[in-house]
């Protein structure tokens, strides 16, 4: 079964930055979309980037400008670069993992929680 184990998350001051890190196993991870979601408590789960197989890559527009993601293949691993972190970015991040077929698989990790404050 798919196996995703997310990284790098922890607290940081407003305007910092930090990188998480998801690694895939048991997939062929090059046949996968790859992306992050996060969710604050009482609020729903939200997309806030995505990387398609191909380098395709969508972002909230709450994070435009100030987060990449990347993936690197040999790896098996997605990342998210996260600067000038504001308060409302405290969140616990995922890793979403899905198939890029008819009736692909959707996957997800533990997730790792962010928080921003000072």
């Known amino acids: 079964q798919v196996q995703l184990v997310e990284s790098g998350g922890g607290l940081v001051q407003p305007g910092g930055s930090l990188r998480l890190s998801c690694a895939a196993s048991?997939?062929?991870?090059?046949?996968?979309?790859m992306g992050w979601y996060r969710q604050a408590p009482g609020k729903q789960r939200e997309l806030v980037a995505a990387?398609?197989?191909?380098?395709?890559?969508n972002y909230a527009d709450s994070v435009k400008g100030r987060f990449t993601i990347s993936r690197d293949n040999a790896k098996k691993t997605v990342y998210l670069q996260m600067n000038s972190l504001k308060p409302e970015d405290t969140a616990v991040y995922y890793c979403?993992?899905?198939?890029?077929?008819?009736?692909?698989?959707?996957?997800w990790g533990q997730g790792t929680q962010v928080t921003v404050s000072s």
């Open positions: 979403n993992a899905r198939q890029e077929s008819v009736w692909g698989t959707n996957s």
């Open positions: 048991r997939i062929i991870f090059s046949a996968y979309t």
């Open positions: 990387i398609t197989s191909g380098g395709s890559t």
